[in-house]
């Protein structure tokens, strides 16, 4: 795979038979971060079950350094569930293997400097239904960095995120890629993206793939979001009109 | 008032004492699952489908413990299949009760004319309680604890976050499947002594309870334990003492337990 962290090549994947993602052709180095941009049902969600392994590709190859780490949608999580902000950032040792035995000094050693690292330190004991939504974002962040993987993928980890928790996690991502670490972020922002080094973006197919400054015009973003595309005149800025479709996109 | 040393000195209060000391354990370590995995509903349907298998064995004299379990694993095989690596279960649980169920009431009322036997598995006793049903109770029991000693974090994981418990390549779906079949499995241990209508009674409420008085996984497993053991002692003494299958009693308790664990852990509204 040429040094590449990530190196996806015509990969397509089907529900059912039904095809929802097509040509998907992209390889990302060690360190750099990638935003994926896609309307909901466009595959960002697939793209991520691809490169988990949970989904077989119909056609085309991927490969990745490693197992990826996956930061879900914090709605996707059970909040009655008596767990806290430690035990989840524990469950990223599960990862290790060893499942069937309690966790050991050092698992919780790594969860605990984990929790530090996104500010959590103080909250450790705290349950994790009890953290405001920006600390329950940073909690499954924890979790993801306590797996040590070389590749990261996020589901919108700011989507829905306090102020002062969005400038920890985005401090966080630069870290990570001044690590060598490689970050697959999904988000409907298309400002965001920006900063990213990469932009991938996706309606049932990839668009376009490349940096921002070259990929993110007006023709692109008409292709990515079709009707849920607002470009706001005279800045060049542009916004996405989305709608939250728990447990069902593609 | 018949004296609670009755329970120790009369064989066969002993040997019903000593079952549900059993069934408590199981339900103190798996009904902790059973709440927090919200398999309610499907713990209770477990005792129930196995109605065509107690019937069939009381018509053909086969054990039916061994007909129960066939059909409760088969029962858990099948919800399983209606649900993935943590979601939930509860439309196939109720589809493949219904059917389950049809198919015992044709069998007991059109094939072999059922009677008493059956009833007394619905509802349980504490007469004629054997080394069998103790054994089989014994076997639950240190299964269900061994499993949940090494599945808690996965079940944990799971149950937290679905998808986030997939990613990190865990079992999940085995871990589902074997959670499903140790419950219907403990359900069918439960059924000599509580019936198979009341096997809620053993599995849900004591971790119910505790699920409310408790805020973590550890503390919810001691807790549920000890409200399963002191809660099946107490409803057997009721039993001997009223002169009733002991099910109701610790049914009744159960619920009573967990209304005051509603009340005392109920939100101020002031």
Known sequence: MSGAAVAVEGAAAAYDGAPVLTDVSFSVAPGQSVCVLGPNGGGKTTLFRLLLGELEPVTGTLEL?????????????????????????????????????????????????????????????VRFGELSGGQRQRALLARALVQDARVLLLDEPLSGVDPASAALITALFRELGAEGRTLLVASHDVESARSFDLVL????????FGPPAATLDRTTLQATYGHELIVLEGGGGAVTIHHHEHGHEH | MPSPLDLADLPFLREALVELLLLAITGGVLGTWVVLRRLAFFSHAAGSATFP????????????????????????????????????????????????????????????ESGAAVDRLLFGTILGL???????????????????????????????????????????????????????????????AVGALLVTAVYVLPAAAARMLTGSVRGLVACALALALAEGATGLYLAYWLDVPPGPPVAVLGALVCLVATVLTRPSTV
């Open chain 2, 53 to 112: 298998g107690l019937v069939v064995a009381d018509a053909s004299g086969i054990s039916p413990i061994l007909a129960g379990m066939a059909v409760a694993l088969g029962y858990a095989g099948g919800v399983q299949r209606t649900g993935r690596g943590g979601r939930e279960h509860g439309e196939g649980t109720a589809l493949l009760l219904v059917a389950l169920l049809a198919i015992g009431v044709i069998l007991a009322s059109d094939v072999f």
């Open chain 1, 201 to 208: 973006c996706l309606n049932g197919r990839q668009v376009a």
């Open chain 2, 130 to 192: 054997g080394g069998a049903d103790l054994a089989v109770s014994a076997a639950v029991a240190a299964i269900a604890t061994v499993a949940a000693v090494a599945l808690g974090r996965t079940w944990s994981a799971v149950g937290f976050d679905p998808d986030g418990a997939e990613a990190l390549g865990l079992p999940a779906g085995r871990a589902d499947m074997l959670l499903l079949g140790l419950v219907a499995v403990a359900a069918v241990a439960a059924i000599p």
């Open chain 1, 65 to 125: 350094s490693g197992r990826p780490a996956y930061v879900a949608q914090t709605e996707r999580t059970r909040l009655d569930f008596p767990v806290t902000a430690l035990d989840v950032a524990v469950m990223g040792t599960l990862a290790r293997g060893r499942w069937w035995l309690p966790p050991s000094k050092s698992d919780r050693g790594a969860a605990r400097r984990a929790l530090e690292r996104v500010g959590l330190g103080e909250l450790a004991s």
